[in-house]
């Protein structure tokens, strides 16, 4: 069974500094991709990584993919309020369902 | 706005009770996903549809079920609830299977509520 790992699960970080969210499955999957949640809200798709070593930029977030080593790294670079949210990595299954990491909890505070 | 719309938003109901959520996909997708959010058990795939038919079953309760209409649209039913089933209840939908990229779009959401 697919099995998807987040951590931290929780992060307290004050804004300009960088940090990197980490996300772990267990078998074999090309296909990652990353959401964000604000409470209460829909889940937002930010990044699709689809073949090993595949990176993907949109402003201060950074994600990429390495598949050998089945690991995919969601860096923030000097952090901004607005970026306060829940972060969840999903991992397709072997029938395209995607199986959620257990989020991570951004906090950017001044 | 992901185009997936789902219905209610909101839904208060008794324990014992029976409940249908509802979820338009986006126009030209065939998978449907059902996802449970609840604080302490995240975020839990139950059930997948593709183009009408299951195709694959998470963590659904028997007294749970869904299905995808020839529109597809599908609904989730929920019967004697337990205070325990309250949580956000999302579907998602993607273009299909055997597609090298599979990325779902969420609906808004049915916040449950079992009192």
């Known amino acids: 069974e697919l099995k998807v790992e987040q951590n931290p699960l929780f992060l307290s970080m004050q804004e300009g500094k960088n940090y990197t969210i980490y996300c772990n499955y267990s078998?074999?999957?090309?296909?990652l991709y990353w959401y964000r949640q604000d409470p209460g809200k829909s889940l937002e798709s930010l990044f699709v990584?689809?073949?090993?070593?595949a990176v993907k930029q949109e402003g201060r977030l950074m994600a990429s993919l390495d598949t050998k080593a089945r690991l995919s790294t969601l860096h923030i670079t000097a952090a901004v309020h607005d970026l306060s949210a829940t972060y969840f990595c999903?991992?397709?299954?072997?029938?395209?369902?995607?199986?959620f990491g257990t989020g991570t909890r951004l906090q950017v505070f001044p | 706005d992901s185009g997936v719309t789902q219905t209610p938003k909101h839904l208060i109901t008794a324990t014992g009770q029976r409940v249908t959520l509802r979820c338009s996909p986006r126009?030209?997708?065939?998978?449907v996903y059902w996802y449970q959010q609840s604080l302490d058990q995240g975020l839990q795939f139950l059930i997948q549809?593709?183009?009408?038919?299951?195709?694959a079953k998470g963590n659904i309760l028997e007294r749970f079920s869904a299905q995808q209409f020839p529109d597809l649209h599908s609904e989730l039913n929920l019967s004697s609830l337990e205070l325990g089933d309250s949580a956000l209840y999302f579907c998602?939908?993607?273009?299909?299977?055997?597609?090298?990229?599979?990325?779902?779009?969420f609906g808004q959401g049915t916040r449950l509520t079992v009192v």
């Open positions: 998602a939908s993607s273009v299909g299977l055997g597609r090298t990229n599979t990325e779902a779009f």
């Open positions: 078998t074999t999957s090309d296909r």
């Open positions: 990584l689809l073949s090993n070593g």
């Open positions: 999903a991992v397709d299954g072997d029938t395209d369902k995607l199986i």
């Open positions: 126009s030209g997708d065939l998978s």
């Open positions: 549809y593709y183009n009408g038919e299951e195709r």
